[in-house]
């Protein structure tokens, strides 16, 4: 079992940036993905990006080149860093986990794991 906290999250202009945190705890011992989603009232989960074991990412196309996953081992944490932050990346950010996972594909239903959330606004 894996427990997720997420933290980072808060209210920024737009264009300006963010940096998300995960700490993990428990086991995570093997191959596994671990991504971010993001939620909006009324929508459901969306995939952000996914970070493998080994290193390969995924990223949603409405992300990519803004966001960035990745992970620091040494502290069993990942991170999403966040740039030219727009309106409409306001959402409550999740981390999660698919132990044993292999393709690390944006889909909320692979991962078993889930953080609390944490609130992105930017206005």
């Known amino acids: 079992h894996v427990q997720l906290v997420e933290s980072g999250g808060g209210s920024v202009q737009v264009g300006g940036s963010l940096r998300l945190s995960c700490v993990a705890s428990?086991?995570?011992?093997?191959?596994?993905?671990m991504g971010w989603f993001r939620q909006t009232p009324g929508k459901g989960r969306e995939a952000v990006a996914s970070i493998r074991s080994d290193g390969m990412t995924r990223y949603s196309p409405s992300v990519k080149d803004r966001f960035t996953i990745s992970e620091d081992k040494s502290e069993r944490s990942f991170a999403l860093q966040m740039n030219s932050l727009q309106p409409e990346d306001t959402a409550l950010y999740y981390c999660?986990?698919?132990?044993?996972?292999?393709?690390?594909?944006?889909?909320?239903?692979?991962?078993?794991?889930w953080g609390q959330g944490t609130q992105v606004t930017v206005s």
């Open positions: 999660a986990a698919d132990l044993g996972g292999r393709d690390c594909y944006l889909t909320a239903y692979l991962y078993n794991h």
């Open positions: 428990g086991d995570t011992i093997g191959r596994y993905c």
